[in-house]
């Protein structure tokens, strides 16, 4: 009796985090990608897997060709590529909808730690998962948002002293390290954890530092180790804030808001409650790093919802007779379920492209010599027009020191723009229409061989 | 262990703060003014005091004859005052008494708190770094100002509520002088709500205090329209001017308001459990703080007195898991009597005054086109460099300008129709026209210079960092 009684206790635990899963995961998979470097990650992806090697110098542009290029990612890069050898969009949309379900299902896990109810829980995942909206791209970006909240998960749930799931860790960094840079994100919660692990516990904490060193040597078996830590170095210290994603927070859009939502109930709530060590050594970092950019913003949300739930939780006692019972919750998580894995077969099959020059490729396949285009549609030139290297693209690290400066002095029609025009032997460009560079060559006579009756985007060629 | 809630001391020594304020304010000094918006504040103040409050535009050709606003009147004719007596020393003087209250009242809302001076100095310093950023000789300082009177005027109130009498008085002073007073007017009502809550013998003082508070607002020449500035600012801040941008952490005064933040959170945590009233001070000032650069400094402020009586108690917590003795100092603060403070006030006083007089007083003009004054042609059509506005308005009063840092009134056709002439938009040509522009004075490096030199525009003035082009065939 008791032994049917568990796994339907386990079941009952796990119907919150489940059902959010499979809802999260409907939404999700019905989005079409519209992300552009969601191109140029799949392009260099599916030539790894063309050529079974690693992809080490760049092939797709005219400005940095044979340059070195960063391998970091490749197993992620693989995982999209595949996913789309296997189904097409319709195979990207679903990975990208199973790793935010994943994200969601442990995140969830994470809100209703402490007994919290679920009607304080929801909303804390729901304004979490808003926040994280920003990354919902097809990117192997989407990796750490969902091993980040496993992760944290797993951590917050160890015992002090060994435990048989610490063990679950390294693997997890072995392969974290090969999809994205955010394992070092990772890397550093654990040392949070081990560190505050050794400080409350003594000698009860060594086992979590043991693994975290472990993790730490695992993460040198990456093809390239030291590559993304430079890269997410420089991200950190000089974030590219020409890039929307790595814009500083702002609490007047809606996820700015709902993140200072957060940090207001952390600290309102803390005020008024106290905290723990633990709490301020995650979260206070956490937060920090928030403050440097947008897309860093899920992080702090996620580990907050930790804390929060029990903290409000205890504001409202009295309201414990919402909760819903053991078997509504596993039906209502299976029904969804069941829907979700059949929302998977009405996955979109195609991307949406209306904000990239879908209708000038014909135009530009026509031409030869050194296309110079807008830097947000480099990467779907990358994919849909292979014959025409790109100037620039979203992979933006190659081009850093030399030609993302040449290209914005080109476009914004700065002093020498001629003759960076002659250096590089611009024969024809793909821009948006206001770009000063655009209006003055239109002036000049360069040819207007097609244009966006909307006025999105013009291609001109030397007369 | 300190009780945070129990370390108010019944009397505040002003002789700690008025010596930091002494020396902060005195320190102000060695900084140039030159601030792009000084210059224009300047003019209205000027034309406020010669002609009367003007509530239409007659500083530029793009929008001359609209309406203005007027809802920081009182601080331009201050600041005039002050130049008009003293000319620019003036400034640098009424710039550097303000920043020795604001310095002053930060050090003394740390010391309501905790007893211990070195603390209270300690706790108020991140705060006064980030004021640092706001010393502009605009009237935004003054609600700087103001907003660090309201900090320890709440402060002090929690204990004695009659003290609540002088708000309608502060906010009606405020709200004459800078938009800010919206910000102040909010947390006095949520201060006297928390009041109300605690207090039932003070209900009735607390709702005449927040009614006056309210109907002060109104008692400005801007009537209603008073909150249209700050309305604007708080819903949609121009993030194309930098100091309403995103507070960035990675810039210095970001790193500051990030640590301040941090401190707080941590403390948070840490320390005993606080008084709600902390909470309806901190939570809705730091929102505000995190909408733009500029109003950083609010938070920073606002936390002083909670960091210097609670960080004590998450730093022993702290050490305490480490298992080390943190040593802080521990002698108590002495109050000494009125008449020390009142001889403390009076040189730090003369210390300030002494600074200001000996400062160099002409503003740094290294970053305004001051090349180009003879050569600008008089009357409407010159389109300038916003950056610029101010400085033109006030040195080249005869050539009206096309767009300068008031930007409210610009908001619209004419800022746009800038935007397209500076960055050259599609329709550059077209705007040259319809605004019938004669000259065009901007960077060297913007896109209609780099144009304009294309196309062999005449040039009437040049240097390094400024390009003056006659526009062909203009009237």
């Known amino acids: ?463 | 262990m300190d009780r945070p809630g129990t370390t108010v001391t019944s009397r505040v020594s002003w002789s700690l703060p008025l010596v930091m304020g002494g020396i902060f304010g005195a320190l102000s000094t060695l900084a140039t003014i030159g601030d792009p918006d000084l210059f224009w504040h300047l003019a209205q103040g000027r034309q406020t005091v010669t002609d009367g409050l003007a509530r239409v535009d007659t500083f530029s050709w793009s929008v001359n004859g609209l309406p203005v606003l007027t809802d920081q009147w009182l601080g331009q004719v201050i600041w005039y005052e002050a130049y008009a007596m003293l000319g620019w020393n003036g400034i640098i003087l009424l710039r550097a008494l303000l920043v020795a209250a604001i310095v002053t009242l930060i050090v003394a809302a740390a010391l309501l708190a905790q007893r211990r001076p070195i603390v209270a100095a300690i706790a108020a310093l991140p705060a006064i770094a980030l004021t640092r950023y706001a010393w502009t000789e605009r009237p935004q300082l003054m609600g700087l100002c103001c907003f660090a009177a309201l900090v320890l005027l709440l402060r002090a109130a929690a204990e004695r509520p009659r003290l609540l009498i002088a708000l309608p008085g502060l906010i009606v002073l405020w709200a004459n002088l800078h938009a800010s007073f919206a910000l102040g007017l909010a947390i006095s009502t949520i201060a006297c709500a928390e009041l109300w809550l605690r207090r039932p013998d003070v209900r009735r003082l607390v709702v005449a205090v927040v009614a006056l508070s309210v109907a002060a607002t109104l008692l400005t020449p801007s009537g209603l329209s008073i909150w249209t500035s700050a309305g604007g600012h708080f819903l949609s801040p121009p993030r194309v001017v930098l100091e309403e941008g995103v507070p960035d952490v990675t810039q210095p005064y970001g790193f500051v308001f990030a640590f301040v933040v941090l401190a707080v959170l941590v403390t948070a945590q840490l320390a005993p459990p606080t008084a709600l009233r902390d909470v309806a001070l901190l939570v809705p000032v730091l929102f505000v703080s995190m909408t733009a650069a500029r109003h950083t400094p609010f938070f920073a402020v606002a936390s002083v007195s909670y960091l210097a009586g609670h960080a004590p108690a998450a730093i022993a917590a702290i050490g305490a898991r480490l298992r080390v003795v943190p040593r802080l100092p521990t002698f108590a603060q002495r109050v000494p009597s009125p008449r020390v403070d009142l001889v403390i006030g009076v040189i730090a006083l003369a210390a300030v005054i002494a600074a200001s007089v000996v400062a160099r007083g002409e503003p740094n003009l290294s970053a305004y086109p001051t090349g180009v004054l003879s050569s600008l042609p008089p009357g409407p059509g010159v389109v300038n460099d916003y950056d610029w506005g101010g400085f033109l308005i006030w040195y080249a009063p005869a050539t009206p300008v096309f767009v300068d840092g008031r930007l409210f009134p610009y908001t619209g056709d004419a800022l746009r129709d800038y935007e397209t002439l500076v960055s050259l938009g599609p329709t550059w040509r077209d705007v040259l026209a319809r605004r019938g522009a004669r000259a065009v004075l901007v960077k060297p490096g913007s896109p209609i210079a780099v144009r304009a030199r294309d196309l062999r525009w005449s040039i009437l003035a040049e240097s390094p960092s400024f390009v003056l082009f006659m526009v062909p065939n203009a009237h």
Not at chain 1, 152 to 173: K, N, Y
Not at chain 1, 274 to 287: H, I, K, V
Not at chain 1, 428 to 448: C, K, N, S, T, Y
Request: with cysteine.
């Open chain 1, 1 to 463: 009796m008791a032994s049917a009684s568990r796994p339907l206790a386990a079941a009952a635990a796990n119907a919150y985090p489940l059902a959010v899963a499979s809802a999260v995961f409907i939404i999700a998979v019905g989005l079409p990608s519209t992300d552009s470097d969601t191109y140029w990650q799949l392009a260099t992806g599916r030539w790894m897997l063309d050529h079974r090697e690693f992809l080490r110098q760049d092939i797709f542009s005219s400005t940095v060709a044979g340059a070195h290029f960063g391998i970091g990612e490749w197993l992620g890069q693989i995982a999209f590529a595949g996913s789309f050898a296997a189904a097409g969009w319709a195979g990207v949309a679903v990975l990208r909808a199973a790793l935010i379900a994943i994200a969601a299902f442990f995140l969830t896990r994470i809100a209703r730690r402490g007994g919290t109810l679920w009607w304080i829980s929801l909303p804390l995942v729901v304004a979490a998962l808003l926040v994280s909206k920003i990354t919902w791209t097809d990117r192997p970006q989407l990796f750490t948002l969902a091993l980040f909240p496993a992760l944290l998960e797993l951590l917050l749930s160890l015992p002090a002293g060994f435990s048989r799931r610490l063990l679950v860790l390294p693997p997890l960094f072995l392969i974290w390290t090969d999809l994205h840079g955010g394992y070092l994100l990772g890397l550093a919660v654990l040392a949070i954890f081990a560190v505050e692990g050794v400080i409350t516990n003594g000698r009860r904490g060594l086992p979590l530092a043991a693994t975290g060193v472990a993790c730490i040597a695992l993460t040198f078996l990456n093809p390239a180790p030291l590559e993304l830590a430079g890269a997410a170095r420089e991200d950190f210290l000089h974030p590219p804030r020409f890039l929307t994603e790595f814009l500083p927070p702002d609490v007047v859009t809606p996820a700015g808001a709902l993140f200072a939502g957060f940090v207001l109930l952390v600290i309102g709530s803390s005020l008024l409650r106290g905290g723990s060590l633990r709490e301020a050594m995650l979260l206070a970092p956490l937060l920090y790093l928030a403050f440097t950019a947008q897309r860093q913003m899920l992080f702090f949300c996620f580990a907050a919802a930790a804390f929060l739930g029990p903290r409000l939780t205890s504001l409202a006692p009295r309201w414990r007779v919402l909760e819903v019972p053991g078997p509504i919750r596993v039906g209502v998580a299976g029904v969804l379920a069941v829907a979700a894995l059949a929302s998977a077969f009405g996955a979109p099959t195609r991307p949406d492209d209306r904000a990239y020059p879908a209708a000038a490729l014909d135009a530009l396949r026509a031409g030869n010599g050194v296309l110079l285009n807008e830097y947000d549609w480099g990467g779907y030139l990358i994919f849909n027009l292979p014959e025409r290297p790109v100037f620039i693209d979203g992979r933006y690290v190659p081009y850093l020191g030399g030609v993302l400066d040449d290209y914005r002095a080109l476009v914004g029609l700065r002093p020498g723009w001629r003759d960076l025009l002659d250096k590089y032997k611009v024969s024809d460009l793909i821009l948006r229409p206001e770009r000063p560079l655009a209006v003055a060559l239109r002036e000049d006579g360069w040819r207007v061989r097609s244009s966006d009756q909307a006025g999105r985007w013009i291609v001109l060629a030397r007369p």
